[in-house]
T-cell receptor, first 116, second 121 residues
Framework: AQSVTQLGSHVSVSEGALVLLRCNYSSSVPPYLFWYVQYPNQGLQLLLKYTTGATLVKGINGFEAEFKKSETSFHLTKPSAHMSDAAEYFCAVSELVTGGGNKLTFGTGTQLKVEL | NAGVMQNPRHLVRRRGQEARLRCSPMKGHSHVYWYRQLPEEGLKFMVYLQKENIIDESGMPKERFSAEFPKEGPSILRIQQVVRGDSAAYFC???????????????????FGSGTRLTVV
């Protein structure tokens, strides 16, 4: 079974500072990894995904993530935090299921707080 | 192009009542997934459906919960005889029919709806 661990349920940064949200995965097959963002009382929005190819993936809102197989990690970063980045972030791993779909297994989330 | 539509946004039920949550997938999407988010937790997979078929319900509680995706109309997640522990946010997501299989499968990121927040009092 696949699993995802997000280290740090709460992260606080100053506006303009580097954002680093950690995600480690466990998978018996090549992983397909995602980061989602959830604003209060809203659904999840896809930030970026890694499937194959380049290990540094760029997403929306200036976020990027690097797949490191040797470390089984897929950490999310942004060079300069903005107040609007305050939200909850979820890392997820995808696996095929019968019937032609895929099932996402999510981490428990990291709440990002951005301070002035 | 409307996204995934869920209704109602908020639902309050007394213990023992039934809750019906609706989800209309994005136009052109044939796969529907239901996830539950308990307070302070991540999303947990419940069920995956295609039109008129339940494909994977491994995350669905064995009792009181059921899901359907009829040929016409939205997908419905039904919770009978609700209890306080059912209070959660329920999210629906959809994805298109996958053109690939096996190694050619495309791992789509789903499109999520805004969720239904169920409160059982």
């Amino acid at each position: 079974a696949q699993s995802v661990t997000q280290l740090g349920s709460h992260v606080s940064v100053s506006e303009g500072a580097l954002v680093l949200l950690r995600c480690n995965y466990s998978s018996s097959v090549p992983p397909y990894l995602f980061w989602y963002v959830q604003y209060p009382n809203q659904g999840l929005q896809l930030l970026l995904k890694y499937t194959t190819g380049a290990t540094l993936v760029k997403g929306i809102n200036g976020f990027e993530a690097e797949f490191k197989k040797s470390e089984t990690s897929f950490h999310l970063t942004k060079p300069s935090a903005h107040m609007s980045d305050a939200a909850e972030y979820f890392c997820a791993v995808s696996e095929l299921v019968t019937g032609g779909g895929n099932k996402l297994t999510f981490g428990t989330g990291t709440q990002l707080k951005v301070e002035l | 192009n409307a996204g995934v539509m869920q209704n109602p946004r908020h639902l309050v039920r007394r213990r023992g009542q039934e809750a019906r949550l609706r989800c209309s997938p994005m136009k052109g999407h044939s796969h529907v997934y239901w996830y539950r988010q308990l307070p302070e937790e991540g999303l947990k997979f419940m069920v995956y459906l295609q039109k008129e078929n339940i494909i994977d319900e491994s995350g669905m509680p064995k009792e009181r919960f059921s899901a359907e995706f009829p040929k016409e109309g939205p997908s419905i997640l039904r919770i009978q005889q609700v209890v306080r522990g059912d209070s959660a946010a329920y999210f629906c997501a959809s994805s298109p029919l996958n053109p690939g299989t096996g190694a050619l499968f495309i791992h789509y990121g789903y499109t999520f709806g805004s969720g239904t927040r169920l409160t059982v009092v």
